[in-house]
């Protein structure tokens, strides 16, 4: 059984698996976005590597526990089967309380699986009336929620926005697909592009936020 850990960033709920640690309950707070990382390397340990030197390529199926699929607010992607797998979503009002989510991982070299069942706590938050939405054209959603891309991300927004107080909440994050852009040419310096929207507990110009659309390179 995987034992799992998280810890919270900027806003963002980021739950990551470590070995050691105790207790597979997470937080999750309405209109906040919520992120867990499946990380192939402690999968890897878990699931018998073959020893062949080569990366073993492993494979996730998340589920709510007794359905076969997930949440409506949950999404998951793996961009590969060598690559970490991502939970993330934005609950709402609606989602209050706590679910079961059942990942079943198999590596595809060995046919060895493990199953992880963690509970996601859905807690009920204050409104966060003040948003913009922004569009990173050159990430794909997993690679920004990846290392120190988000840190980096709100560190240039608090620049262009000369904002040196107050809090900076990553809301929710989608896929440029999703919000109807086109899916690009498979080339490897296209990306798909994700679009974050962030809340600010300061009171920003009402028409800068609600029209803006900006291209950050991070």
């Known amino acids: ?3 799992s850990g998280f810890a919270v960033l900027s806003g963002l709920m980021l739950v990551f698996l470590v070995p050691g640690a105790l207790g597979n309950t997470y937080p ?3 209109g906040l976005n919520f992120m867990y990382r499946l990380d192939r ?4 340990m878990i699931l018998k590597p073959d020893n062949t030197g080569e990366v073993d390529p492993i494979v996730y199926t998340p589920t709510l526990k007794g359905h076969p699929g997930l949440p409506d607010w949950l999404h998951f992607i793996q961009r590969n089967s060598t690559t970490d797998g991502f939970l993330y979503g934005t609950p709402t009002k609606d989602d209050l309380g706590p679910v079961d989510i059942e990942i079943v991982a198999f590596n595809k070299n060995t046919f060895e699986t493990n199953m992880t069942t963690l509970t996601i706590d859905v ?3 204050n409104p ?3 948003q913009v939405q922004f569009m990173v054209e050159n990430k794909n959603v997993e690679e ?3 290392g120190d891309t988000r840190t980096r991300f709100l560190r240039d927004v608090r620049r262009v926005w000369q904002q040196s107080r107050g809090e900076l909440f990553i809301t929710k994050v989608v896929s440029a697909l999703d919000m109807g852009h086109r899916n690009p040419l498979p080339l490897p310096e296209l990306y798909e592009g994700c679009v ?3 809340f600010t507990c300061i009171i920003l ?3 800068f936020l609600c029209c803006v659309v900006i291209l950050i390179k991070c």
């Open 1 to 3: 059984m995987l034992k």
């Open 28 to 30: 999750a707070l309405v």
């Open 41 to 44: 390397e402690i999968y890897t």
């Open 123 to 125: 807690k009920d938050n």
């Open 128 to 130: 966060l009336p003040y």
């Open 144 to 146: 920004f929620f990846h």
């Open 196 to 198: 974050p929207r962030l």
């Open 205 to 207: 110009d009402i028409t």
